[in-house]
């Protein structure tokens, strides 16, 4: 992986976006780059929100199931949340955790981890692919997510956490259902 991870990339769309509509807001997700000068080059092109997706919680089982991602250190996810907290302000990035690989109360001590920092966390069922290295995997029993959704969602309230706050795809109920229990 490149040091920008992408960013020259995003910077590209994100201004040929920009030079048609000057005030939608512009996600960008990916990982967090190496340096915070990369992020600072999306938002000076007009990127207004981000997703560093951490994914699993888990060290060990990080590494297992997002090798690549793996190498980049939920410290420097952090990094990067603070920095897109400081430059752009509050609610403008957030991190996804797929339940149904890794224990249930993992995946919960991360969302509290990372929603006591101020992040909302989208939990995302896994369901495997056909075809993939994990298609044989048992998809999130619906039981756990909800036992997983009820739990972050009192973390949501504790900290304040409200997914409308947020731009991009963490304002979207679409995909994760910790909303219902706000």
């Known amino acids: 992986?490149?040091?920008?991870?992408?960013?020259?990339?995003?910077?590209?769309?994100?201004r040929e976006i920009r030079k048609t509509v000057k005030k939608i807001?512009?996600?960008?997700?990916?990982?967090?780059?190496?340096?915070?000068?990369?992020i600072q080059m999306m938002i000076d092109a007009g990127a207004d929100s981000f997703g560093f997706n951490i994914e699993i919680w888990d060290d060990d089982l990080r590494k297992e199931v997002c090798p690549g991602k793996s190498a980049i250190s939920k410290e420097r996810y952090f990094e990067a949340f603070d920095y897109v907290a400081e430059k752009i302000g509050k609610n403008r990035a957030g991190t996804v955790l797929i339940a149904g690989l890794e224990p249930k109360e993992s995946t919960v001590e991360g969302a509290k981890a990372m929603m006591q920092k101020g992040l909302m966390v989208c939990i995302l069922p896994f369901k495997p692919w056909d075809g993939s290295e994990?298609?044989?995997?048992?998809?999130?029993?619906?039981?756990?997510?909800?036992?997983?959704?009820?739990?972050?969602?009192?973390?949501?309230?504790?900290y304040g956490i409200n997914p409308k706050n947020y731009h991009g795809c963490l304002n979207c109920p679409s995909c994760t259902i910790g909303d219902a229990f706000l």
């Open 1 to 14: 992986m490149t040091p920008g991870k992408g960013t020259e990339y995003f910077v590209e769309c994100i």
């Open 25 to 38: 807001p512009i996600w960008v997700e990916m990982c967090p780059p190496d340096e915070n000068r990369y």
């Open 134 to 158: 994990y298609a044989g995997k048992e998809p999130c029993n619906p039981k756990d997510l909800l036992w997983i959704a009820e739990r972050t969602a009192k973390f949501m309230k504790k």
